[in-house]
């Protein structure tokens, strides 16, 4: 990526953190009004980022610090037996570990996934979502780290369900957050 | 699915089946001009069985017994470093897991992925493929305890390269294959 398109892209993702941020401090009525507007902000910025999630039916539905929900639609991702494909259920996995960083952490550092083990337990016949949840200063330790050290792993582990609230598979992440 | 439409598909996948195993099996002028014909309408009935793969740029590339190569496309794949995304790689492993046993066992058995753990070594800028081997008997040994027992395990480790042939990525995939 070029200087300025970096340039560029850190303002864009600064400017969805903000909107994101302060939308989320209160529960005023101003800032219930702004959310929907940061979310779909925020789903821009990952689509832009990775095309393949979009494409692929991906969407954040709610954030805030040490929290994610995401969801995956069935629809385009089915397989010859009527359920969901593999492949859908790794992208639901595994953007989040990008995007609670780009929320939390500062634009010096950027995380990179080194390992996803998914483990399929049962079909899924209807959109998966998945929460992530971790303590609030979770992230900002491990970014003073790689900060200090270049360097820093994190790892998500999550639960897939379908809308029936069952657990249909389950992921263990490990990413790095690096120093840029 | 309908009875109907897997007797349907049954008989589709017989077919290509029939196609791929007569091109391969000598390597006469004619057998080798079926060749593309019959490669083309594998990846025709994977794309039907699973759109997302088809939709990602998948594509098997070769296959025999024992052996299978399948490539993914950077173009569509990429993300915000100009690297490829790693979930275009969890279909590129994945995948093969399915085909090999459509190419080599019987309707009878149907393969179900369990586990596939991927791991991320290297940034990829290119295509990238991966190739599997196993001894030519080894998904028959392993569709006869499936046929005894209702199901029985096997497993594709692999390594992903990009068109340098570095190894990018490796996957390990554990599979069921089951009694239909």
């Not at 952490?105 to 998945?130: D, E, G, H, I, W």
Request: hydrophobic fraction near 45%.
């Amino acid at each position: 990526m070029s200087t300025l398109a970096r340039k560029l892209n850190d303002e864009i993702v600064g400017w969805v953190r903000t909107a994101l941020r302060q939308s989320m401090a209160t529960n005023t009525p101003a800032a219930r009004l702004l959310r929907p507007g940061a979310m779909a902000a925020l789903n821009r910025v990952v689509g832009l980022a990775v095309p393949f999630a979009r494409r692929n039916r991906f969407e954040v539905l709610e954030i805030r610090p040490g929290y994610l929900k995401a969801r995956i639609a069935l629809k385009g991702n089915g397989n010859h037996f009527g359920t969901m494909y593999a492949g859908p259920m790794f992208v639901l996995a595994e953007i989040p570990g990008g995007v609670m960083p780009l929320f939390e952490c500062s634009s010096a550092t950027l995380p990179v996934l080194k390992q996803l083990t998914m483990t399929y337990l049962r079909p899924a016949k209807s959109n998966v979502t998945v929460e992530f949840s971790l303590p609030p200063d979770a992230l900002g330790k491990v970014e003073a780290i790689a900060l200090r050290d270049g360097k820093a792993d994190f790892d998500l582990v999550g639960e897939l369900k379908d809308e029936d609230g069952v657990v249909v598979a389950t992921s263990r992440a490990l990413y790095q957050l690096r120093k840029r």
